[in-house]
């Protein structure tokens, strides 16, 4: 619908897994971004990503590693997570950055939403 | 840092009324103040968005209007109907490349 897929939709792993999320677009956009949305908080940036080369990284811990090997996908490995980590993991892509000044908004996907047993 | 305040966090209003819901922000320097609607099982979608260089945006039923001068901006929606219902976000840009989100307004229309 937006332009931005993200699989797998549901996700339920133990604390000792490593799974990974992917985030599609077909919109040509360059920037994509990573958002952690839990029950009763705000969105929460994790990471952004501008033309492949991560620009922002949230205070994140390790155990949640990004990749973007080109404009159009996204990675989110988990590893070893905690259970306060379940949450829905949100991706959006842009045509730029906010401070590009240029068409800013951002495309959210549909969300992965994970479980950590 | 940016801190964006939203307010109601919950609205019920009949169908054919009006939803206002409102965000106060910090950071002097935002200038792009953008609205996301979220319903059950899909992520925010862009519904409008102002622009400092305005007061205020229309778009059929949906309007935004913005206060520079007391760091406020809100949402009107009128003549609402049941597909209105889902939750809605206000956010503000920080440091001109961060999106802060508010924490959400579930709105909800009765028949």
């Known amino acids: 619908e937006t332009g931005v897929t993200q699989t797998p939709r549901h996700l339920v792993m133990g604390m000792t897994n490593k799974k990974s999320l992917k985030c599609e677009q077909h919109?040509?956009?360059?920037?994509m971004y990573w958002y952690k949305q839990s029950a009763k908080k705000p969105l929460e940036l994790m990471f952004v990503?501008?033309?492949?080369?991560?620009?922002e990284n949230n205070s994140v811990p390790s155990r949640f590693s990004p990749e973007c090997p080109n404009s159009s996908h996204l990675f989110l490995h988990l590893h070893t997570l905690q259970p306060e980590d379940s949450a829905l993991y949100l991706c959006?892509?842009?045509?730029?950055?906010?401070?590009?000044?240029?068409?800013?908004?951002?495309?959210f996907g549909p969300g992965t939403r994970l479980t950590v047993l | 840092g940016e801190n964006v305040e939203q307010h109601p966090s919950t609205l019920s209003v009949q169908e054919g009324d009006s939803a206002v819901i409102k965000c106060t922000y910090s950071?002097?320097?935002?200038?792009?103040f953008p609205w996301y609607k979220q319903e059950l099982g899909k992520g925010p979608q862009l519904i409008i968005d102002?622009?400092?260089?305005?007061g205020e945006k229309k778009d059929q039923r949906i309007a935004v209007t913005l206060n520079k001068t007391a760091k406020h901006f809100s949402l009107h929606i009128t003549e609402t109907q049941p597909e209105d219902s889902a939750v809605y976000f206000c956010?503000?840009?920080?440091?001109?490349?961060?999106?802060?989100f508010g924490t959400g307004t579930r709105l909800q229309v009765f028949p």
């Open positions: 990503y501008n033309f492949k080369e991560q620009t």
């Open positions: 102002i622009r400092s260089n305005v």
């Open positions: 959006a892509s842009s045509q730029t950055l906010l401070r590009g000044g240029g068409t800013d908004t951002q495309y």
């Open positions: 950071d002097s320097a935002s200038n792009y």
């Open positions: 919109l040509g956009h360059n920037a």
């Open positions: 956010a503000a840009p920080h440091n001109t490349d961060k999106l802060i």
